[in-house]
């Protein structure tokens, strides 16, 4: 009896190993090994060190370090433009320890011409934040409201020069042309000036070089703290907190415009669902952490952590809406 039953056993143990095997092979995905990194990450930046997508792709290397999220040392690429970033992180088709933090002008780029790359070719992860965009001037300035500043474009849209860091059709330049056409001002009309960062637009305004500049309100805190920058306006939904707690919004001086720039994560092309889920859970713990919830406080920006199916469909949106206003700057070439 007992040696019956151990046979029953082991032929039980038997069904079973083929039950698990039949199941490996109909689910390939629930029989794979989870995937983690075995080697150094790289997160590519298309800008230079100190830029806001720098600072950003350091804190966030920072968390996954100190939080321990990611078993295996995340180091940062510095491309210089949009274009060689995305060209390099195209080359990487298929590798998973190579990631990119970008943002909004990820979709606007390939439509401008700024680069070869479309984001479709490439493989967002995930949704990371939002960050306000504000408009100000030197503390010198005869121009004491947004409203005041658009009144002096309607009267004349080269009579006064907005400078902004990055590239032309980007948040910072939608920032100011959106309340403007708002106004019945063409668009296009606007004088700016495209510097290759804000902290650059900044020291332009500070020697009057321009009258004012665009800037996620985060590249704002400090000269406005300072005395350096009067802010004018902000393109947020409501009044951000100190110490734009006296800066009106857009909407406020009659102008129904929000406009933020979003930032992003993700890889190259070809990337595995498993993969992309353990990338999709990183940043899930992350955005959970003390650290960034502190970083998006102090920053005034907002948290709009999403995952891969939901990024691709929010792309989506934004390349139709993107489309729209770049046309009406002239700047769409495909």
């Keep these: 009896m007992v040696g019956h039953a151990l046979k029953k056993g082991r032929g039980a143990s038997r069904l079973a190993a083929l039950a698990l095997l039949g199941a490996a092979w109909a689910f390939p995905h629930a029989a794979a090994a989870e995937w983690a990194p075995t080697e150094p990450v790289e997160i590519m930046v298309h800008s230079r060190p100190g830029s806001a997508p720098d600072v950003l792709a350091r804190f966030i290397q920072k968390i996954w370090q100190e939080e321990k999220l990611v078993p295996v040392p995340v180091t940062i690429n510095n491309q210089p433009v949009i274009s060689v970033g995305f060209a390099?992180?195209?080359?990487?088709?298929?590798?998973?320890?190579?990631?990119?933090?970008?943002?909004?002008?990820?979709?606007?780029?390939?439509?401008?011409?700024?680069?070869?790359?479309?984001w479709r070719e490439l493989t967002p992860i995930s949704l990371l934040m939002s960050e306000y965009i504000g408009l100000a001037v030197h503390p010198d300035s005869e121009i004491k409201t947004g409203a005041e500043f658009i009144d002096r474009l309607k009267q004349d849209p080269r009579s006064l020069s907005i400078g902004f860091g990055g590239s032309r059709g980007n948040p910072n330049h939608t920032g100011i042309v959106l309340p403007a056409q708002k106004a019945g001002v063409n668009p296009a009309d606007v004088k700016?000036?495209?510097?290759?960062?804000?902290?650059?637009?900044?020291?332009?305004?500070?020697?009057?070089?321009?009258?004012?500049?665009?800037?996620?309100?985060?590249?704002?805190?400090?000269?406005?703290?300072d005395g350096q920058l009067r802010v004018l306006a902000i393109a947020a939904p409501e009044r951000l907190s100190k110490p734009f707690q006296d800066v009106p919004t857009w909407k406020e001086q009659g102008y129904d415009v929000v406009d933020s720039?979003?930032?992003?994560?993700?890889?190259?092309?070809?990337?595995?669902?498993?993969?992309?889920?353990?990338?999709?859970?990183?940043?899930?713990?992350?955005?959970?952490?003390?650290?960034?919830?502190?970083?998006?406080?102090?920053?005034?920006?907002?948290?709009?952590?999403?995952?891969?199916?939901?990024t691709l469909a929010f792309f989506e949106e934004q390349e139709t809406t993107m489309r729209g206003v770049l046309d009406n700057l002239g700047l769409i070439t495909k």
Excluded: C, F
């Design 261 to 310: 720039n979003w930032r992003w994560i993700g890889g190259p092309g070809g990337l595995t669902d498993e993969q992309i889920a353990y990338w999709e859970d990183v940043v899930a713990k992350m955005v959970e952490t003390d650290a960034w919830k502190e970083m998006v406080k102090a920053d005034h920006a907002v948290t709009t952590y999403r995952k891969h199916d939901e």
């Design 88 to 118: 390099w992180l195209k080359q990487q088709e298929g590798n998973p320890h190579k990631l990119t933090v970008s943002s909004t002008s990820t979709v606007g780029a390939p439509m401008t011409g700024q680069s070869e790359v479309h």
């Design 192 to 225: 700016v000036v495209v510097y290759s960062s804000g902290a650059e637009a900044r020291t332009a305004v500070l020697g009057k070089h321009i009258d004012a500049l665009t800037n996620s309100a985060s590249g704002l805190v400090g000269p406005l703290q």
